[in-house]
């Protein structure tokens, strides 16, 4: 159970550009029908469209661009997104039990994490990053001795993900820095 993201961003691309032509086309429509001026005149465009070559510069860098576009909202909307569930191990109670779907989202568990992380002793100020296989924790100390709090965070950080039991543990990174502001 690995639930990821949606594109919503080429998707929202695509929708708002397919919008504006649509809103386009049907003022200078409803504007042809009522016998104003359109807004984008047929006969200008087609005029323009139909005196163009295929080899014109215009006729080709237009082609390659619509490729170009179409190409990249392709392969965006076929590569799978970043997961926002990761799933856990199958039985982590030990009750015996064949197959679970359970997961925990990427934020709930970067919450939890950067609440362990904050909990050690001498740390001041926490922040974490989840990524796929690398779990990144950003510790601020008002001490200045960082080498044992940053051992510390990561066995508190260990501890934490044993307990929650993720089907791919990732690798626990700290980087500790003497907080500035207590000097």
């Not at 009522?34 to 200008?44: D, E, K, R």
């Not at 087609?46 to 619509?66: C, M, S």
């Not at 904050?118 to 924790?137: F, H, K, P, Y």
């Amino acid at each position: 159970m690995i639930r990821r993201s949606r594109r919503s961003l080429s998707a929202t691309l695509a929708a708002l550009v397919l919008l504006a032509a649509a809103v386009l086309v049907s003022i200078a429509s409803i504007q042809h029908l009522s016998g104003h001026p359109p807004i984008v005149s047929t006969t200008t465009l087609a005029a323009d469209v139909l005196g163009r070559t295929w080899d014109d510069p215009i006729v080709v860098t237009t082609g390659v661009l619509a490729v170009l576009l179409g190409l990249i909202l392709l392969v965006a909307g076929l590569l799978p997104g970043k997961p926002t569930v990761l799933p856990l191990a199958n039985d982590p109670a030990g009750t015996g039990a064949e197959h679970t779907d359970a997961g925990v989202s990427r934020r709930t568990l970067g919450k939890d994490l950067t609440t362990t992380a904050a909990a050690a002793d001498g740390v001041s100020s926490a922040a974490l990053t989840v990524g796929r296989r690398r779990i990144t924790a950003t510790v601020r100390t008002p001490g200045a001795d960082t080498r044992e709090i940053g051992e510390q965070v990561r066995a508190l950080l260990t501890d934490r993900l044993a307990e929650i039991v993720p089907v791919r543990t990732p690798t626990v990174r700290v980087k500790v820095t003497a907080d500035r502001r207590s000097r």
